[in-house]
């Protein structure tokens, strides 16, 4: 049997693998990296949860932000598609991407979030009043953009059980949204059909009273009418 010296140089790079140390050492690594996304996939069935909750119980988008916030100790924003502010947690005014978009509109991190509609890590630099990490992931309503959420920090990347919480936000207030929108469409509709048919000869009174019940109006108070 010839020592490991007595090889040649090739051999001795193969006999790396085969060394306990080092194999020892890439079952750690890979013990902890199972370890890390387990923890990940904990925290992001929590927060999962959270905003599942904020949407059953008919809360506001602020509300539902705040899950996000209080959960990864970040900022987050919402902003319409040109990017306005709409709805914050945890931030100082400032905070706002609009310049930033407009300079660099056709910069690969830029157009994965505003034209491919993807989920991005942007940096905004010191030129931009406040210098910042944002994750960011477009809000798409009927499969229309409608504006974009992000989570924000001073510093530092974003993990793994950040990312999918952002994303399963961005649902959550699609989803928000999308009522908010139909319930306003179906009152609007309801009120002109209400004034049609109380403007007809054979209105049929207590029939309408009903109806502006369900909605929160009381017909027995005083009104104006204008036509």
Not at 15 to 20: D, T
Not at 49 to 60: A, C, D
Not at 116 to 141: A, G, Q, V, W
Request: glycine residues 4%; hydrophobic residues 35%; contains cysteine.
């Amino acid at each position: 049997i010839k020592p490991l010296e007595d090889w040649d140089e090739q051999v001795r790079n193969e006999m790396v693998y085969f060394e306990e140390t080092n194999l020892d050492q890439e079952v750690d690594r890979a013990y902890k990296r199972i370890e890390s996304q387990k923890l990940s996939l904990q925290k992001a069935l929590k927060v999962n949860e959270e905003l599942s909750q904020s949407l059953v119980k008919e809360n506001t988008l602020s509300s539902i932000i705040s899950v996000l916030g209080k959960n990864f100790h970040a900022g987050v924003v919402i902003e319409d598609q040109h990017f306005h502010v709409m709805e914050s947690f945890g931030i100082k005014d400032g905070y706002t991407i609009a310049d930033f978009i407009k300079a660099n509109p056709r910069a690969k991190p830029v157009s994965d979030v505003t034209e491919k509609l993807k989920t991005t890590h942007l940096s905004i630099p010191d030129e931009y009043r406040c210098p910042h990490e944002r994750l960011m992931t477009p809000i798409l309503i009927k499969n229309e953009l409608f504006g974009y959420i992000s989570l924000i920090k001073n510093y530092g990347g974003f993990s793994e059980a950040e990312l999918i919480s952002l994303e399963r936000a961005a649902t959550i207030c699609s989803i928000k949204i999308l009522n908010d929108m139909t319930a306003i469409e179906v009152e609007q509709r309801l009120i002109g059909n209400f004034l049609d048919e109380l403007l007809t000869e054979n209105a049929q009174e207590r029939n309408l009273n009903y109806r502006m019940n369900l909605m929160g109006y009381n017909l027995k108070e005083p009104h104006y009418l204008l036509l």
